[in-house]
């Protein structure tokens, strides 16, 4: 068998054939719309990572900002010059502030911080029922000795006004009270609902009694964890009815009289006190432990001064109706004799 010689710069049969210009100008770009490919999808896990840690460390920040209940700046709630009815104003102040400034939480989105809170729900739901029962005993008041019963305004705002209610409910039981107040303004003067007031402060003094029972009940229960919910409901719960009760003791119009004015003074301290009580986190730990403080029993505490606060005005109170029926009695008697 005889082999072929082949000639200098003839190919070979078993040669490769040379690269192209063609094929030499898309190899290295090839290359670098891979290395490119690469770059970019680490470019976007990098901003994700980025974007998902941002959003780990703001939205609990986020949450603590939604968290406010409105507790700093309680004289200014009520517009003296807008009102004519001192307690409406105060009863609509409260409400509008929630829904208006602060954000129903009832309402909020899913997604949305304030969705996720515990204590500023239980705060507003406490809030809206303490406001509408206060409304509902000025309607009943407005109803004793009329011939046309209950106002209807008032009766209106007591039954949209409640811890269930939504923004729109809130809106129009505020509107109630505006309503209610014109009406007062055309006739040249607040409504003497005031002549009344024990039973205003009575009402004032049984919110001090309920939060004093629920947190006696948490506190005699075993086994509660240092950080729990029904600590922090129970909390402000009984911090939303002492703004309440701080806002309508402020706006009811006693009588000038020194003792009554000092014992005033000492119910909205101590109620003010309770209203401002506001830790970051809600700790239940033992009353006799060194390491976990116990906001329910500080908060218990703020209350039994509050209550008897407010017991000690409403004997000053009575004491002073009890004068006024005697003075009143001897007065209408004197009148018949001399008849």
Do not use: C
């Not at 900002?65 to 003296?80: A, E």
């Amino acid at each position: 068998m005889t082999l072929a010689l082949k000639r200098s710069g003839e190919p070979s049969g078993i040669e490769a054939p040379y690269a192209s210009d063609r094929d030499l100008s898309h190899r290295p770009r090839d290359r670098k719309s891979a290395f490119r490919l690469f770059e970019n999808a680490g470019r976007r896990r990098l901003w994700l990572g980025l974007a998902a840690l941002l959003g780990a460390l703001l939205y609990p920040a986020m949450m603590v900002v939604s968290s406010q209940v409105g507790d700093r700046n309680l004289s200014g709630i009520v517009d003296k010059t807008r009102w004519t009815s001192q307690w409406a104003g105060a009863a609509a102040g409260l409400i509008e502030r929630q829904y208006s400034d602060l954000g129903w939480t009832p309402d909020a989105h899913w997604l949305s911080p304030a969705a996720h809170l515990t204590a500023k729900p239980a705060f507003q739901q406490a809030l809206s029922s303490a406001v509408g029962d206060y409304i509902g005993l000025m309607a009943d008041m407005s109803g004793e000795g009329s011939a046309e019963g209950p106002d209807r305004d008032l009766v209106a705002a007591s039954r949209l006004i409640s811890a269930s209610s939504s923004v729109a409910q809130l809106h129009a039981g505020r509107q109630a009270l505006v309503s209610y107040d014109r009406r007062q303004r055309r006739v040249g003067g607040a409504q003497r609902l005031g002549d009344e007031q024990a039973r205003q402060v009575e009402m004032i003094r049984t919110w001090a009694l309920e939060g004093k029972r629920d947190i006696a009940r948490l506190t005699e229960s075993s086994g509660s964890a240092v950080v729990s919910r029904d600590a922090t409901i129970a909390v402000y719960t009984a911090k939303a009815r002492a703004q309440a009760a701080y806002v309508f003791l402020e706006a009811m119009e006693i009588a000038q009289d020194p003792k009554l004015i000092r014992d005033r003074r000492i119910a909205l301290d101590a109620w003010r006190d309770a209203a401002r009580f506001r830790p970051l986190f809600v700790l239940n730990g033992s009353r006799e432990g060194s390491v976990w403080g116990n906001h329910v029993v500080s908060m218990g505490f703020l209350l039994v001064e509050a209550e008897a606060a407010t017991a000690d005005l409403l004997a000053s109170l009575r004491s002073r109706e009890g004068e006024a029926m005697v003075v009143s009695s001897a007065e209408t008697s004197f009148d018949t004799a001399v008849n």
